[in-house]
């Protein structure tokens, strides 16, 4: 693990662990702790609930990515999301790293449906911590309030053992379903996100996303917290 600690617990061009906000936020949340497990799921609950989940952020350049640029915005995607946790963790000791899946979402918005033009989300973020001697999965994509309008349990994580989607919803209905990992990774890789989504949803729908996120000048597109829950 030698190596890996070192790869994994530096900071990056993206994952900012090294950031005066980052580094002073991390010793302040974990203020008094010493165990790192109970560090981590103070992080992760921190980015799951306290950051929103917005699908309509913007995405097509590094920063939006950067880890102290989700803490100040508040609110982003699964995998800002999944970068600022990895700097949290990074700049308390931690050793973290990103991983991608590809996943088909059955519970969602019509208008999100619509906007992506597929219910399968490309480079779904995750994170991997280094914890008790092995890597553990963590998911802190949506935050409370949105799991119980789309009536899943929030995703918890106990720092044992991997956390991810859940594949059903508290009516059974099916939620999450994993259909590839794609990898793991010391940093974002962003040009590689965004190709993938040029590939799976059409390079002229990724292209006037981002135009109308130029136009919104770093604005999210939609408001996700107002669309209305569609069941599949």
């Known amino acids: 693990m030698n190596q890996d600690r070192l790869t994994y617990i530096a900071p990056t061009a993206i994952i900012d662990s090294d950031h005066p906000s980052i ?11 010493t165990n790192p497990v109970d560090m981590a799921v103070k992080l992760y609950l921190f980015v799951r609930d306290r950051i929103l989940y917005d699908p309509y952020s913007p995405f097509y350049l590094p920063e939006h990515y950067r880890s102290s640029y989700v803490l100040k915005r508040g609110r982003s995607f699964c995998v800002p999301k999944a970068s600022l946790l990895c700097a949290l963790s990074r700049g308390c000791g931690i050793p973290s790293r990103i991983g991608l ?21 490309i480079c779904h973020g995750f994170v991997e911590l280094y914890l008790e001697g092995k890597w553990v999965k963590a998911t802190p994509a949506f935050n409370r309030e949105l799991c119980e309008r789309h009536h899943v349990p929030p995703l918890e994580f106990n720092g044992h053992e991997d956390s991810l989607f859940q594949p059903y919803n508290l009516q059974n209905q099916k939620f999450m379903e994993y259909v590839a990992f794609r990898g793991v990774y010391a940093d974002v890789p962003v040009g590689e996100i965004v190709d993938a989504w040029k590939e799976a949803y059409g390079e002229d729908r990724v292209n006037v996303w981002i135009k109308g996120l130029k136009q919104a000048n770093g604005q999210s597109l939609s408001d996700f917290e107002k669309e209305e829950v569609l069941s599949r």
């Open 23 to 33: 580094r002073d936020f991390a010793l302040k949340i974990t203020e008094g702790m």
């Open 101 to 121: 899946a590809d996943v088909r979402n059955h519970l969602t918005t019509k208008q999100l449906i619509d906007f992506m033009g597929s219910d399968l989300f």
